[in-house]
């Protein structure tokens, strides 16, 4: 096989190895599916990319994104990782400032600001779709967390679909300990990634996480879909103005 360009970038920091580790493979369009999938197991991170020539000129270049058990439609931070690796590496150019990535979600926009810190890439995520969990379910959810929600739980679909449920504070979401056999049971009920908890601190910060063993994640250090699901159930309850 000849090689393929490859690189693993720590999302959400700027210090190596903290963050959320995501492997890009530049240049994939020869790689079938079943070889993205057998590579993304290897590598064994929440997320592997795989970058290749958009289909449509509306994009600067398409994504293709796997866990170590199947593709996903969209993911927060595997799309940010791999924007600032398809930059670095030339694979394509941002245009004022803005970049646009083909994925079976869609086409997603993404803006680059550069200041004396250096880069931040920001994403818009897909429009959120929104139901209701019913109550065997949000009884089964509360059972699986050992705590019980404060609002009805959300079933959130931003590309990726998560079980969003409110506890009573950010200490609760540190001490939850989910049995993930049940959130697996529960997932695949549901047909979702898997479930997130937040929390509120004494002040407007919120304690978010994220656990999605059917995707093969456990819990995922920092996942991007999750917490912009959070940020839909917010505004859907009107705990958060949209600025």
């Known amino acids: 096989m000849n090689p393929l360009r490859f690189k693993q970038v720590d999302v959400f920091t700027r210090t190596p190895f903290l963050g959320n580790p995501v492997a890009v493979v530049l240049g994939a369009e020869r790689l079938a599916a079943e070889e993205m999938?057998?590579?993304?197991?290897?590598?064994?991170l929440s997320e592997t990319t795989f970058v290749l020539p958009p289909s449509s000129d509306a994009a600067d270049y398409r994504l293709r994104i796997f866990t170590p058990k199947r593709e996903l439609p969209f993911a927060?931070?595997?799309?940010?990782?791999?924007?600032?690796?398809?930059?670095?590496?030339?694979?394509?150019a941002p245009v004022d400032g803005k970049l646009r990535q083909e994925c079976l979600a869609g086409c997603i926009d993404l803006t680059i600001e550069?200041?004396?810190?250096?880069?931040?890439?920001?994403?818009?995520?897909?429009q959120p779709k929104i139901s209701m969990v019913n109550s065997n379910q949000a009884q089964h959810l509360a059972a699986?967390?050992?705590?019980?929600?404060?609002?009805?739980?959300?079933?959130?679909?931003v590309g990726v679909v998560w079980l969003i449920v409110e506890l009573e504070d950010a200490r609760a979401v540190d001490h939850s300990t989910p049995d993930l056999t049940a959130i697996l049971k529960i997932s695949e009920e549901t047909d979702a990634a898997g479930v997130t908890i937040f929390g509120r601190t004494d002040g407007a910060d919120l304690h978010v996480r994220s656990?999605?063993?059917?995707?093969?994640?456990?819990?995922?250090?920092?996942?991007?879909?999750?917490?912009?699901?959070?940020?839909?159930?917010?505004?859907h309850n009107r705990l958060l103005v949209r600025s």
């Open 37 to 44: 999938q057998r590579i993304a197991a290897w590598t064994n």
């Open 114 to 126: 550069r200041d004396e810190d250096g880069e931040r890439i920001f994403i818009r995520a897909p």
């Open 76 to 92: 927060g931070h595997p799309t940010i990782g791999s924007a600032h690796a398809v930059i670095e590496s030339g694979f394509a």
């Open 211 to 235: 656990f999605a063993p059917a995707l093969g994640v456990p819990e995922d250090p920092v996942c991007g879909s999750g917490n912009a699901s959070v940020a839909a159930y917010l505004i």
């Open 144 to 157: 699986t967390l050992g705590s019980a929600a404060q609002n009805p739980p959300l079933r959130i679909d």
